[in-house]
């Protein structure tokens, strides 16, 4: 490599970048409870997920939030509310862990 060009360092997606910090990751510490006194952890994210990708994937189940919202709202049908519930609490989970994660 010429002395001139800045050296390119993989990212986690593979591509390159002149960028030598780590892209930021979940943490793997934001956990969803289920149940009386929230003492039974339905999920967790796993540490690791580039904190832009959860976001995304987070931004895609809130769209989702919304039309399941609409849906069962309209149609009178609780078990998309509840779908929605759950789907909403994934997506809180991943928006807090990635947020962890970019403060590290």
Not at 45 to 59: L, N, T
Request: glycine share 8%.
């Amino acid at each position: 490599m010429p002395a001139n060009e800045p050296s390119q360092a993989p990212t986690i997606s593979g591509r390159l970048s002149n960028d030598h910090r780590p892209h930021p990751t979940t943490v793997g510490k934001t956990k969803f409870y289920q149940g009386e006194g929230q003492t039974d952890a339905l999920f967790c994210i796993e540490p690791g997920i580039p904190c832009q990708h959860a976001r995304d994937q987070a931004s895609e189940l809130m769209g989702c939030v919304r039309d399941l919202t609409i849906t069962g709202i309209m149609e009178e049908k609780p078990q998309m509310l509840w779908a929605a519930y759950y789907l909403s609490a994934l997506a809180k989970a991943l928006m807090d862990d990635a947020e962890l994660g970019m403060q590290h």
